[in-house]
Nanobody, 117 residues
Framework: QVQLVESGGDLVQPGGSLRLSCAAS????????RGWYRQAPGKQRELVAT???????YYADSVKGRFTISRDSAKKMIYLQMNSLRREDTAVYFC???????????WGQGTQVTVSS
């Protein structure tokens, strides 16, 4: 099993930046892909960015060029650097990890990001 804990959410003005962190513990050596998702009030949870076990990344069109996903070499931490934040980026951001080979998904509890002046 894997436990995920997000941090870094905050209130920020439009145009500002934040960096989210997600710490993994437990069976971290079995983690494959990891990613960030978000859920705004009244909306479904949506994919923001993913990073594969080989380091390949994928971004939702809405965040391309503004957000960057990265991880440390031990795969225990992933990060989401968010620049040029917009009001529509306001959401609870969740970290997700896929455990191999079972493909079981694990989620963190989420961290609130609010973009407002």
């Amino acid at each position: 099993q894997v436990q995920l804990v997000e941090s870094g959410g905050d209130l920020v003005q439009p145009g500002g930046s934040l960096r989210l962190s997600c710490a993994a513990s437990g069976s971290t050596n079995s983690i494959g892909a990891r990613g960030w998702y978000r859920q705004a009030p009244g909306k479904q949870r949506e994919l923001v960015a993913t990073i594969g076990s080989g380091g390949g990344t994928y971004y939702a069109d809405s965040v391309k060029g503004r957000f960057t996903i990265s991880r440390d070499s031990a795969k225990k931490m992933i990060y989401l650097q968010m620049n040029s934040l917009r009001r529509e980026d306001t959401a609870v951001y969740f970290c997700k990890a896929i455990l191999m080979p079972s493909l079981t998904a694990y989620w963190g509890q989420g961290t609130q990001v609010t973009v407002s002046s």
